[in-house]
């Protein structure tokens, strides 16, 4: 059973700082592009961080470069968002992503519940 847990998530004064987890189940979690998206109420899904299978590669939005940084553990089969400097506009359901692609076909696309972060004073 593919599973992708989000933890780590809560409330925070801006500034602030919060650790994001992603424990993943049930598939190749070493073969996985990772990624972390969120989405503020009634604003679209919005991609935040990637990181490729063996953690060489990071890509991030323009919004949270310098502020975020996404790392992973293939042992523990779990990716971390670290946030720093959060400002209220980060505030969002955080939901972690996994792919993974075969001579470019999508092989598989899994989704975790989310973690809310509010950021506010």
């Known amino acids: 059973q593919v599973q992708l847990v989000e933890s780590g998530g809560g409330l925070v004064q801006p500034g602030g700082s919060l650790r994001l987890s992603c424990a993943a189940s049930?598939?190749?979690?070493?073969?996985?592009?990772m990624t972390w998206y969120r989405q503020a109420p009634g604003k679209e899904r919005e991609l935040v961080a990637t990181?490729?299978?063996?953690?060489?590669?990071?890509n991030y939005a323009d919004s949270v470069k310098g502020r975020f940084t996404i790392s992973r553990d293939n042992l523990k089969s779990t990716v971390y968002l670290q946030v720093n400097n959060l400002k209220p506009e980060d505030t969002a359901v955080y939901y972690c992503?996994?792919?993974?692609?075969?001579?470019?076909?999508?092989?598989?696309?899994?989704w975790g519940q989310g973690t809310q972060v509010t950021v506010s004073s």
């Open positions: 990181i490729s299978n063996v953690g060489g590669s990071t």
């Open positions: 992503n996994a792919q993974r692609r075969r001579f470019g076909l999508l092989q598989y696309d899994y």
């Open positions: 049930g598939f190749s979690f070493s073969s996985s592009v």
